[in-house]
């Protein structure tokens, strides 16, 4: 008996691989987790070049309040309110089409 529980023991498993995909090409397309990166990063580019833009209507505005100055103190208050106002909507503006980007870019994912 212990000769057969010796053997039994010792008996060769088979061992299953798992088959390997055949194909003799490089793999062409991206990973999700790529095309995603590859999303996040044209958005976030998109939306540091609308804040660039806006930060350089600031400094128009900053350069407008500056011509101004010249001016009396109440003309100056009624064109940098005005000045601020259109920097304002711009700004919005501008959030928008930022806004407009990221929905573009999520919907094509």
């Known amino acids: 008996m212990s000769f057969l ?3 039994a023991l010792r008996a060769p498993r088979s061992i299953a691989f798992a088959p390997r995909a055949f194909s003799t090409s490089f793999i062409a397309q991206k990973s999700a987790t790529e095309s ?7 958005v976030d580019k998109a939306v540091a070049n609308k804040i660039v833009d806006g ?3 600031g400094e ?3 350069a407008k309040v500056k011509e101004a100055a010249n001016i ?3 003309e100056a208050k009624g064109k940098a309110n005005k000045v ?4 304002k909507g711009k700004a919005a503006e501008l959030k928008g089409e930022a806004k407009g980007k990221y929905r ?3 919907g094509k994912l």
């Open 55 to 57: 930060i350089e209507l």
């Open 72 to 74: 009396s103190s109440s």
């Open 36 to 42: 995603v990166k590859d999303t996040a990063h044209s």
């Open 104 to 106: 573009e870019t999520k």
């Open 60 to 62: 128009k505005a900053a």
């Open 84 to 87: 601020a106002g259109e920097a």
């Open 5 to 7: 529980t010796r053997t």
